[in-house]
């Protein structure tokens, strides 16, 4: 163990390989590959690197793999990815273009399966990217048809690449799944607070139309009231032509008993 304040020292010797060297790690994945290691450990982290984006680094490791013969359409497939993703089409080399030129002259060679699919359908992107008065069905239709894995990934790292129509019918595609699998997993009890139910529809009561007895009783409250009153009368008044007990006010009438 290190002594605090005592800083750190590190000696390698003829032949040795220097992972990382740091004062302090903190919550980090560290991917240790070196030129002797196998094609695909080397495929296999540079796939690492692509997920945790970082396609430069995805790019260089999938590339020395393929080199040294560990090469499918699976492992192509991840290495255009690194090579368009974070990029757009404008972006890239007059090399990079001859490379995914070359691929695209020996896709056939590989064996028929999701990946060369997947394949497929980018060149068919790319060349609609170099002719956009084309028509834009026929990569449509190749991106509707792709495996969910192959499309999100496209979706993901071609996101520069990606234009127009190309692209709403692409998101489109990938919300649509997002809202089928929402409830997945028993999200709804594990992220319970995330799902708000749906709130219920006005209750508005509906006038019967039919008539009605309005009856009420109203205290008056004032001076002693004469003796000789038989009795009186409350009449409500109201400025509004269509009466509102609301903007009414009363008006008291007496009738006293006739004297002889």
Known sequence: MT?????????????????IQAESVHNSQVYIVNSESPPQRKYEVGVRYLEDGVPGQARNLIHEAIAHDFDSA??????????????????????????????????????????????????????????????????LIGLDSLPPLQR???????????????????????????ER???????????????HPDPAQPRARIPSGEDTTVTWTVTDFGAPVWSGTRYWSDCPMSPRTNFQIQSAYWTTTGRSAPTW
């Not at 002594?3 to 992972?19: A, D, F, I, L, Y």
């Not at 056939?108 to 008065?133: G, H």
């Not at 699998?181 to 995330?194: E, K, P």
Request: charged share 25%.
């Open 3 to 19: 002594t605090p304040g005592s800083g750190t020292k590190n000696t390698s010797g003829q032949w040795s390989t220097t992972g």
């Open 152 to 178: 999100d990934m496209i979706a993901r790292h071609l996101d520069l690449v990606l234009v127009g129509s190309i692209r709403d019918s692409l998101w489109t595609t990938t919300r649509q799944a997002a």
């Open 74 to 139: 699976k492992v192509r497939f991840h290495w255009t990815l690194a090579m368009l993703s974070k990029r757009s089409y404008r972006d890239l080399t007059h090399q990079d273009r001859e490379q995914l030129d070359r691929l695209a002259v020996i896709l056939p060679n590989y064996a028929d399966d999701d990946w060369k699919r997947s394949l497929t359908v980018i060149f068919m992107l790319l060349n609609q990217l170099r002719d956009p008065e084309g028509d834009p069905e026929p990569v």
């Open 181 to 195: 699998a929402q409830a997945d997993n028993d999200r709804l009890n594990r992220a319970w607070a995330y799902f």
